[in-house]
C-alpha cells in the first residue's frame, strides 16, 4: 500500500500528521488517517548506518521526545579515517564523529564551539592534511579509555550527547565486494572510490568473521522502530548488517524495520537502480525480512540539479510501478529533499517527521518476507 504524504504537521501535545492516500482511480483524497501521539512512554529509535547520512536522520529526530542510539559500521577505510587505521591500528572513527556532532546538544554555545573545532580539517599545507580534529581526539581517546567505546562513552560526556553512538562491532575486519564478473574488490575505500571502472556490485562481504557489539544488539531488541539509512547502500547501510547477529536481530524484531531510501543513484554500485532494487537488496541481506516502511523522494529536480548529478553517472531513485510492494509492507512517498546550492540531500526534519508518523501505524505481518 502506498502513501502521499505532504510535509505539513504540528507538535503541541501531539504531533499530528496528515496522510493522504490514492483511491482506486489513483486520485489522491484527503483524509487523516493517522495520528502519532507523543505518548507517556519514551520511544526508542535505532539508526543503523554510518556517516553524513545517519548524522542528518539523527540531527533531525532528536527534536522529538525520543531516546536514540546510532549504530555505526566500522569497516570505512578512506581518508583520514584510512590513515589512521592502516598506520596506527585505530578502528574507522569518521562515521563516528560525525554521529556525535549531530546528537550534540546545538542550544550550548560551548558544546557548538567544540563541534566546530572537532569537524576542523587542517589543509594540504599542514603535516596533518587531511585529519579532522575529531578523529585525532577520538584517536587519542581510544589510547586512553582502552578502546573504542571507552572514547566514544568519555567524549559523549564532553558533549552532552541527547543519544548514544555505538559501533556495530568491536572486531577489526575490511568490507570487500564481489562483482559480477567475479572480480573482488577490497576494502571500502576502494569500493567507493572506483566509480565507473567495471561491472556492477553482485555483493557485499566482510574479508574476517566479526561479533556484534553487545551494546548494539542490546539497543536493536529494545528498540520501538529501528531505521536503516539514508546512506550509500553498499558502503554504509549493508555492512551492518553482514554481522550475523546484527541481521538476526533485525530480521527478528517485531518493532517496524524503515528504511530511508537514496536520493541519487551512485555510479559503480546502485547505477540503473529503482526503489524496488535498493529494497530488495536490502530484504536479501536480512535473510528475506520484509521491509515494514520504505520511505521514497518524490522531488521534481530542477534540470540545473539533474545536469550536476549526470556528470557523475548518478540520477534520481523513483519509484517502480508495482515492483516495490514486494519488499515493504508500506510505501510512503513525500518530498524529502534540502538543496544545497545544486547538492542534493534528506532534509532532516522531513525526514524525521515520516520516521515518527510510521512508529505507531501498524503493520499486519511484520516477520513476513518478501520472496514468497
Known amino acids: 500500500m502506498r502513501y502521499f504524504i505532504p510535509y505539513s504537521y504540528c507538535v503541541t501535545n501531539a504531533l499530528k500528521q496528515v496522510l493522504w492516500h490514492p483511491d482506486e482511480t489513483g486520485v489522491c483524497r ?54 589512521l587505521r592502516e598506520e596506527f591500528g585505530y578502528p574507522p572513527l569518521g562515521d563516528i564523529r ?31 592534511k587531511g585529519h579532522s580534529v575529531g578523529n585525532l581526539v577520538l584517536a587519542a581517546l581510544t589510547t586512553v579509555y582502552s578502546g573504542v567505546q571507552g572514547a566514544i562513552d ?14 556495530v562491532t568491536l572486531d577489526e575486519a575490511h568490507l570487500c565486494a564481489r562483482l559480477i564478473d567475479g ?40 528498540a520501538d522502530a529501528i531505521l536503516l539509512g539514508p546512506g550509500d547502500l553498499y558502503t554504509s547501510v549493508i555492512p551492518n548488517l553482514l554481522v550475523q547477529e546484527v541481521r538476526d536481530a533485525i530480521r527478528d524484531t517485531r518493532s517496524p524495520v524503515i528504511y530511508a531510501c537514496n536520493l541519487m543513484t551512485k555510479l559503480g554500485e546502485t547505477a540503473g537502480y529503482g526503489a524496488s532494487t535498493f529494497a ?50 508500506e510505501i510512503l512517498v513525500s518530498d524529502l529533499v534540502y538543496i544545497d546550492g545544486l547538492m542534493v540531500r534528506h532534509h532532516s526534519e522531513r525526514l524525521a517527521g515520516m520516521v515518527m508518523a510510521t512508529i505507531e501505524q501498524p503493520v499486519k505481518n511484520p516477520l513476513s518476507t518478501g520472496l514468497e
Not at 31 to 44: A, D, H, Q, Y
Not at 154 to 167: A, D, K, T
Open 280 to 329: 530488495s537488496e536490502l530484504v536479501r541481506y536480512l535473510g528475506g525480512r520484509k521491509l515494514d516502511y520504505l520511505l521514497v523522494n518524490n522531488t521534481t529536480f530542477t534540470p540545473d540539479v539533474l545536469d550536476v548529478y549526470a556528470v557523475e553517472g548518478a540520477q534520481p531513485v523513483e519509484l517502480d510501478n508495482g515492483a516495490t510492494e514486494k519488499f515493504a509492507h
Open 98 to 128: 560525525k554521529c556525535l556532532v549531530a546528537l550534540s546538544d546545538k542550544g550550548n554555545n560551548q558544546i557548538v564551539a567544540l563541534n566546530s573545532a572537532l569537524d576542523f580539517r587542517f589543509g594540504a599545507e599542514s603535516s596533518l
Open 183 to 222: 572480480q573482488v574488490i577490497l576494502t571500502e575505500s576502494a569500493i567507493d572510490l572506483r566509480g565507473a571502472n567495471g561491472p556492477g556490485i553482485s555483493e557485499v562481504f566482510l574479508d574476517s568473521e566479526v561479533s556484534a557489539n553487545d551494546r548494539a544488539l542490546q539497543a536493536i531488541r529494545e
Open 30 to 83: 484527503s483524509g487523516l488517517i493517522g495520528i502519532v501521539r507523543l505518548g507517556k512512554k519514551r520511544k526508542s529509535i535505532v539508526v543503523i548506518g554510518g556517516g553524513s547520512g545517519s548524522a542528518v536522520a539523527l540531527s533531525g529526530l532528536k527534536s522529538y521526545d525520543v531516546d536514540l542510539t546510532a549504530v555505526v559500521t566500522m569497516f570505512d577505510s578512506g581518508g583520514s579515517t584510512g590513515i
Open 154 to 167: 568519555e567524549l559523549s560526556r564532553m558533549m552532552q550527547l541527547e543519544g548514544q553512538v555505538v559501533p
